[in-house]
């Protein structure tokens, strides 16, 4: 049975920084690509960020050079750096297994002031 549980949303002030997790279990963790998701209300769900086995990266053109995606194998978890937040970036955020079925059920982050 896979599970995926994702940790560390919370408020936070325009400008600030939180670092979410996301912690699998009951998979080889270390041989899947992982993914960042966010879903606004009223918005579709979007890919902000996404970590292949390898350890190469690929962000969306909103977070790029404020988020960084890394993972830790041994932990089995998948991290999201996110720095300088923006209101915008208001959402619930998931982290899946990519290109499977598998989802957590989400964190909220709130930016403001």
């Known amino acids: 049975q896979v599970r995926i549980e994702e940790s560390g949303g919370g408020l936070v002030q325009p400008g600030g920084s939180l670092r979410l997790s996301c912690a699998v279990s009951?998979?080889?963790?270390?041989?899947?690509?992982m993914g960042w998701h966010r879903q606004a209300p009223g918005k579709q769900r979007e890919l902000v960020a996404r970590?292949?086995?390898?350890?190469?990266?690929n962000y969306s053109d909103s977070v790029k050079g404020r988020f960084t995606i890394s993972r830790d194998n041994a932990k089995k978890t998948v991290y999201l750096q996110m720095n300088s937040l923006k209101p915008e970036d208001t959402a619930v955020y998931y982290c899946?297994?990519?290109?499977?079925?598998?989802w957590g059920q989400g964190t909220q982050v709130t930016v403001s002031s």
């Open positions: 970590i292949n086995s390898g350890g190469s990266t």
């Open positions: 009951g998979s080889i963790f270390s041989a899947y690509a």
């Open positions: 899946n297994i990519r290109y499977t079925s598998y």
